[in-house]
């Protein structure tokens, strides 16, 4: 790989930390505009003005805004999130294992969906306009258009209680066997691939189809290729920069947006997570699920950077 | 005809027949499904319980902040899960009376200030450790501190000393309180080894089930233990499951796709279409829980006695129970008290919507204008739907109610208990003194209506030193009369709890206290064979 690349992707990371630490300041400000602090929050209706200012002594609370976010700071970065004021626990301790369901979800959908989106979008392009396209686009469409909810409640009606096929809550502890697991997933991870199919596969047939018209595909074609193959050999390389993106803004999708599915098959993610804490006004791990979240989607985000770069020539020698 | 059918369905008790097959047999003899059923039920009963088995149940009102401390019990899922692996001191029984467990006796001296209870022998933890005088004293210790979070905190603070000599606990109150034993069986006061000081949260109870997983928020788990002291009633099913399912659609998909045995909270506006689900039981049954519509009585307009005769007169109860809870629940009679409570007088007039009467008060107090009536969403189901019904029955009496729907997170910190006029809920406690004291009393945190009378207080406080049953029930009755009839409590109706089993479940005894047999479905139940 030559210089340049590493330049570029050097500068994409330094960027995508810069934005990260934008965004904790922002999260940190946000939470401080909050009427109240941390130590009214703790202590309730039960606070005196005399075991506030103990709790806020003990707490710091005391010190500069600018000294508590270098603190709150220093301690993410060295991977202490806190402590949780509803329950007293480990805030890191407690996110991992919710993170890694949240992840295991996600993957999942994601190892589905999208090789079924991309597949589904070139078999699109290459039967453009006939009846297979527009099957494609409409039944992709309409899953996309229905409310997750809803499919979520349409597929536990018939896969859970009519046919009972598989299970329609999916609880998952540590130290359950993969296969069972699995099969605990498959409801939520179908309803999240019919959610983001669409937006993939509609991507990658309008890039696609972007790059048919150019000349060299008519080169191609009048050389001889079959159809799949022009496809596959050079338009589809050529399309692949905005398919990535597509591809990783869905991912980050799957990460952080999947709330309301947990919440249906009762799945112990990072949203369930966080709705109950938000309601709980546990400042802490709002912070924190808050900071992940956003280090999920500027990560992704700098992937697709970086994706796209590597993919395009005019962008790895700019002028 | 019977005598067939009986034979039937012990025939199916014994296991020697199926229940399918005992169903279509008894519908071929012509007998409804529900009456069939119902015989099966009664024949199971009679056969005992089974023992054996997971028993698993999918509830509401569980969250990933919930600790295993039974101080900070207050959702439905700590509450159903501490019957689990915790022991009480005493219990209430599904009839109402005191239920002995830990405490096997309970005493009073004449003045009921000073109490005893002797603690039974040979009750275990599940550590191995045996249950001593010690840790019932440790435990109340620990929920009578001032400094603790204890949802109990507030009768415990009437505990003045403590003490343990021989098998026996002495309790000596600041103040004489007949309801003492009640107040004991408050779902906090899990009895565990020294009181939880040396863990609050270790988990370590003398319950029919040990803790086998504690996932707060997602699924709690117990294994039968086996030196239980009385395993012939209870812990019947080999583990017991607890999962968290928050929204309503997934738990009765759940019992219905026979993933849980059992829920919680059936909406009432989806009861009719559960009920025709096969294998599907609704268990509904009366308690102490009702919703209400509650006005500030030192608070312009609703100081003046007759707007709120006025609104009280206004409200169509019979409408409300038929559409808000779909007939699951009965009428309110604007005092927090109905038949699930002891000492409860059936013989107070059932006040009834009469808009005439109603606009003659409303003339009388003088007020002029709209009046404004808040609500939201969590004030109780259908709460929203409840406030505009009420808007059209005050109408009709010439009263404008102005409605305002207000967002459900911060209701309970920024509405209820501060503005004058709102809808709330009441989930009920086990005594009338209890429910009193808690919202009712000039000096209470809760009162929620601002009934601020030195009289009433008195009667309260009377009430509570009186151990003759008679009198208390007389002063009882007199209470009730006076917060109907000057209160600002609009007491519309007393909910049902709703609760659903589905095939197989033996051993469900209606229990009026609260939902879920009081929070011991899971162990008083039983997979039939």
């Known amino acids: 790989m030559s210089s340049p690349i590493l330049k570029l992707i050097a500068q994409r990371i330094a960027l995508g930390i810069l934005l990260l630490l934008a965004v904790s300041v922002l999260i940190f400000a946000g939470t401080q505009i909050l009427p109240g602090d941390v130590a ?20 710091g609370l005391n010190d500069p805004a600018y000294v508590r976010y270098f603190n709150w700071l220093g301690g993410i ?66 899953s996309t258009s229905f409310p997750e909810f809803f499919i979520g409640y349409l597929l536990v009606y018939f896969f859970a209680v009519k046919w009972q096929i598989f299970p329609g809550i999916s609880t998952v502890y540590d130290g359950m066997p993969f296969m069972d697991r699995m099969q605990a997933i498959a409801l939520p991870a179908a309803v999240l691939t019919l959610v983001v199919l ?55 999708f799957l990460i952080v947006g999947v709330v309301v599915v947990e919440v249906i098959f009762v799945y112990p993610g990072m949203g369930q997570y966080l709705v109950d804490h938000v309601s709980k ?37 700019p002028k | 005809m019977s005598n067939e059918l009986d034979f039937l369905s012990r025939r199916v008790a014994q296991g020697r027949l199926s229940r399918r097959e005992f169903l279509g047999r008894a519908t071929a003899l ?17 056969e005992g319980p089974v023992k054996g088995g997971i028993l698993k149940a999918g509830l509401v009102g569980g969250e990933s902040t919930n600790s295993l401390d039974p101080a900070l019990f207050m959702t439905q899922v700590p509450f159903a899960f501490g019957k689990m692996w915790g022991e009480m001191i005493v219990e209430l029984s599904p009839e109402g009376d005191l239920e002995p467990r830990i405490a096997e006796e309970i005493g009073s001296s004449d003045d009921a200030k000073v109490w005893t209870l002797k603690i039974r022998d040979g009750i275990e933890f599940h550590n191995g450790k045996t249950v001593t005088p010690e840790d019932v004293v440790a435990t109340l210790e620990r929920h009578s501190d001032e400094n603790s979070k204890s949802g109990a905190l507030g009768y415990m603070k009437g505990i003045e000393s403590l003490k343990a000599s021989g098998r026996e606990v002495v309790i000596t109150l600041k103040e004489p ?25 270790a988990g370590i109870g003398a319950g029919p089930y040990k803790i086998a997983v504690n996932e707060p928020g997602v699924r709690h788990g117990g294994e039968r233990f086996a030196n239980y002291w009385q395993g012939d009633k209870m812990g019947h099913a080999d583990q017991v499951e607890i999962i968290v399912i928050n929204d309503a659609t997934a738990r009765t998909a759940a019992l219905q796709g026979g993933q849980v045995n059992m829920i919680n909270r059936v909406e009432p506006k989806i009861v009719d279409l559960i009920k025709r689900l096969p294998g599907v039981t609704i268990r509904n049954h009366s308690g102490p829980g009702h919703y209400v519509f509650i006005a500030h009585c030192n608070t312009a307009p609703f100081d003046n006695n007759d707007l709120r005769m006025a609104l009280k007169l206004a409200m169509d109860r019979e409408e409300m129970v038929d559409k808000i809870l779909r007939g699951y629940g009965t009428v309110g009679n604007d005092f927090p008290i109905n038949s699930a409570y002891p000492l409860f007088s059936d013989d107070i007039e059932q006040r009834t919507f009469d808009p005439e009467k109603a606009a003659f008060h409303y003339k009388k107090s003088g007020h002029d204008g709209t009046v404004l009536l808040r609500t939201s969403d969590v004030a109780f189901p259908g709460a929203v739907d409840a406030a505009q019904l009420y808007q059209q029955s005050c ?89 109907r009839d000057e209160g600002g409590l609009i007491l519309p109706m007393f909910n049902d709890f709703i609760d659903a089993t589905g095939d197989g479940v033996g051993g469900w005894v209606d229990d009026p206290h609260q939902e879920l047999m009081n929070g011991y479905a899971l162990a008083k139940c039983w997979l039939e064979a």
């Open chain 1, 40 to 59: 009214q929050s703790i202590l309730g209706q039960s606070a005196t003005p005399e075991s506030l200012a103990n709790l806020r002594a003990e707490l």
């Open chain 1, 77 to 142: 970065l060295t991977g202490d999130l806190g402590t949780a004021l509803s329950s007293g626990q480990d805030i890191a301790t407690s996110i991992s294992g919710r993170l890694w369901n949240t992840l295991f979800l996600a993957f999942w959908a994601a190892a589905v969906s999208i090789p079924l989106a991309i597949g589904l979008g070139l078999l699109a392009v290459r039967y453009r306009n006939g009846w297979v396209d527009k099957l494609i686009s409409g039944l992709a469409l309409a």
């Open chain 1, 198 to 252: 669409a937006h993939m596969m509609r991507m990658t047939r309008a890039a696609i189809l972007n790059v048919m018209q150019s000349a060299y595909i008519e080169t191609a074609e009048l050389k001889g290729l079959s159809a799949i193959d022009v496809i596959r050999r050079h338009a589809f390389p050529n399309a692949i920069a905005p398919i990535i993106n597509v591809v990783m803004l869905n991912l980050a």
């Open chain 1, 281 to 317: 006004r546990d400042v802490p791990v709002v912070q924190a699920v808050g900071l992940i979240f956003a280090a999920v989607y500027i990560t992704l985000n700098i992937v697709a950077d970086i994706g796209a770069i590597v993919a395009n020539p005019r962008l790895r020698h």
């Open chain 2, 30 to 46: 012509g007998v409804s499904a529900t009456f069939a059923n119902s015989l099966l039920a009664g024949a199971a009963r009679a």
């Open chain 2, 177 to 201: 309180n007949a309801d003492l034993p009640y107040l004991l069986s408050d779902y906090h006061l899990v009895v565990q080894p020294n009181g939880g000081k040396d863990g609050a949260d």
């Open chain 2, 395 to 483: 109408a009709k009496a010439g009263i404008k109610v102005e409605v305002k729907r207000e967002p459900g997170d911060g209701y309970w910190s920024e509405v209820w208990n501060k503005q004058p006029f709102c809808t709330s809920y009441w989930g009920g406690r086990s005594t009338q003194d209890q429910m009193y004291s808690t919202a009712y009393l000039s000096t209470a945190d809760w009162n929620d209506t601002r009934f601020l009378r030195p009289d009433f207080d008195k009667m309260v406080i009377a009430a509570r030193a009186e151990l003759d049953n008679e009198k208390r029930k007389a002063l009882y009755r007199d209470m009730a009369v006076i917060v």
